[in-house]
């Protein structure tokens, strides 16, 4: 259930200095997301403050684990914020050592360009630039006919290598003559096909990668922390999207899709009786008896071969 509320980050990772932040959230909820007690948005996305503290976006840029809770629930929006400065008062946040806060509420204010934008570190102002250029590169690719932009300067970087012009390439592709291959220029687009060939198989690093850009985070900064090439990065991303439902349920529970799929399986083979596995494997996952049955029914189609 969705709902408005004051909460309370605690920096875990930290047992001393400045490790709290008190804020306030509008129709969202607390939960264990990841195995840490997150604030969920409306979508289900993860959100971890508006804060501008220098020192708190730079604890979460080195890895420290923020973990959320409700001070108090508050029926009317128009009081979340006279209830957030009561409780920054009462705990003198905004003075104290302890704490990240650095002035009380303000009602109705914008957006800080430097605030945190997620638990990476990124700033809203470093997310939409990065999101805008990721997603122009692909808009790109798509107006040549390609999926993304990784799959097309993979195909610009054949034809180079086939000694092909640049305007033969941009213009099969309806582009100006200069188009191709400025296009791929400052791009190691042979280190990204050596590190896709590497890579593409790899489960764990598809699915953190895939989790980095759930949780928020840029393709490009996740495609920095992980040490991939953009166009590598883009092509392991796939269709992939935010709410994804299946990886979203698969995330919550610490598992792949693929783990989660199997876990239902088993869960359903060691059962004595087929019926009370789907039930027992609904319960021990927490998940619905339609969810659990669709999973298993794709697990005996990708695994089994239709009987003559």
């Not at 470093?126 to 799959?151: H, Q």
């Not at 996740?222 to 990886?247: I, N, P, S, T, Y």
């Not at 693929?258 to 039930?279: A, C, H, L, T, W």
Request: with cysteine.
């Amino acid at each position: 259930m969705k709902r408005n509320f004051v909460y309370l980050l605690t920096n875990i990772t930290k047992q001393s200095g400045r490790r709290f932040y008190i804020g306030s959230k509008q129709e969202s909820s607390v939960e264990e997301f990841d195995g840490v007690m997150t604030i969920l948005n409306r979508n289900g996305t993860p959100y971890y403050s508006s804060t501008t503290s220098y020192e708190m976006l730079e604890d979460v840029k080195n890895g420290h684990i923020l973990s959320a809770e409700v001070l108090e629930y508050v029926v009317n929006r128009e009081d979340l914020i006279k209830v957030e400065n009561e409780y920054i008062k009462k705990f003198n946040a905004v003075d104290s050592p302890e704490y990240y806060n650095k002035a009380y509420a303000i009602l109705n204010a914008h957006y800080d360009p430097l605030a945190l934008a997620n638990k990476y570190g990124e700033t809203i102002a470093e997310l939409s630039s990065r999101n805008s250029t990721w997603s122009k590169r692909d808009g790109r690719a798509k107006e040549c006919g390609f999926n993304n932009f990784g799959e097309m300067y993979f195909w610009i970087q054949e034809q180079k290598e086939l000694g092909r012009s640049g305007k033969e390439v941009s213009e099969q592709i309806g582009k100006e003559r200069h188009f191709a291959y400025r296009t791929i220029k400052g791009m190691n687009i042979p280190k990204a096909k050596e590190q896709y060939e590497t890579l593409k198989d790899d489960e764990n690093l598809i699915t953190e990668l895939r989790k980095m850009v759930y949780n928020n985070c840029s393709p490009i900064y996740a495609c920095e922390k992980l040490g991939l090439e953009w166009a590598c990065g883009r092509l392991l991303l796939g269709d992939f999207r935010e709410r994804d439902k299946g990886f979203v349920a698969s995330l919550k529970r610490g598992m792949t899709k693929d783990q989660m799929e199997r876990r239902i399986v088993q869960i359903v083979y060691d059962s004595p009786k087929v019926g009370n596995g789907f039930k027992e494997a609904a319960k021990e996952l927490d998940l619905s008896l339609e969810t659990v049955r669709r999973y298993f029914i794709r697990y005996v189609k990708n695994n089994l071969k239709r009987p003559d």
